[in-house]
């Protein structure tokens, strides 16, 4: 469901930046999560949890809507251990179809707005000469450990684990060229590795931890970008 008519009713807030106008800016932190959980139900489903709606996220809502991003809102929910989604959105339409988005934290949701819009979508045409046409991705909302395997329990959750994350796998062009990070994040043609090593360096302006392949052999396939602790770009 479109929310505007939610986010016209909103106390006014006054923006300090321009969120989307280019690479410097910074996201400001997400939404802040339940300190103390409720003790959930052996054997039930998501909780829906009853919190207040932060001013944080209030002006996100905002910030997307004035944005023209396509959204609905999420309801809070504890999926027990320890996975607890705050603050997040379903998005709709952003401008360019992103492939596999479950919930997100609405300042991840920005901050991955911004970065498909005015960087990844100016870099394929200017460097790569074509139009960018989708924004491939492994998805964003997974309760899991940070390793990716395993129960959730059994190590630190990732941001995943809370919404706040997106792994990004490709890129396809308007001309037929599908860019993968699994493939071309070595390719030897130099407008691939310019596209590549541009949108990456604006990711890490966007958000709190950006991990590449140079990080580890976990992330040979993907981009991952999350809201968490940072900065940190590898």
Request: with cysteine; aromatic share 8%; charged share 20%.
């Amino acid at each position: 469901m479109h929310v505007r008519w939610f986010c016209v009713a909103l106390l006014p807030l006054v923006l300090s930046a321009c969120l989307f106008g280019g690479d410097g800016d910074r996201d400001p932190r997400p939404a802040q999560r339940p300190s103390h959980p409720p003790v959930r139900e052996r054997g039930s489903g998501p909780v829906t949890l009853n919190l207040p709606t932060s001013r944080e996220t209030q002006q996100c809502f905002t910030d997307l809507s004035r944005a023209d991003v396509r959204y609905s809102p999420l309801p809070d929910r504890d999926y027990g251990g320890g996975c607890i989604v705050t603050g997040a959105v379903q998005l709709l339409d952003i401008g360019v179809p992103v492939t596999n988005l479950k919930a997100i934290t609405c300042p991840a949701a920005r901050a991955l707005t911004g970065w498909v819009r005015h960087a990844v979508a100016p870099a394929a045409a200017q460097i790569l000469k074509s139009e960018l046409v989708k924004v491939e991705t492994y998805g964003t909302y997974s309760c899991r450990g940070i390793v990716g395997r395993g129960a959730a329990g059994a190590a630190k959750l990732s941001e995943h684990a809370y919404a706040n994350a997106v792994d990004i796998s490709g890129f396809v062009l308007r001309d037929g060229r599908r860019i993968t990070i699994e493939r071309d994040w070595k390719s030897s043609d130099p407008d691939t590795q310019r596209f590549l090593e541009a949108v990456h360096k604006s990711a890490c302006r966007r958000f709190k931890t950006v991990l590449s392949p140079e990080y580890n052999a976990a992330h040979y396939n993907h981009l991952h970008f999350d809201m968490g602790k940072g900065p940190f770009c590898r």
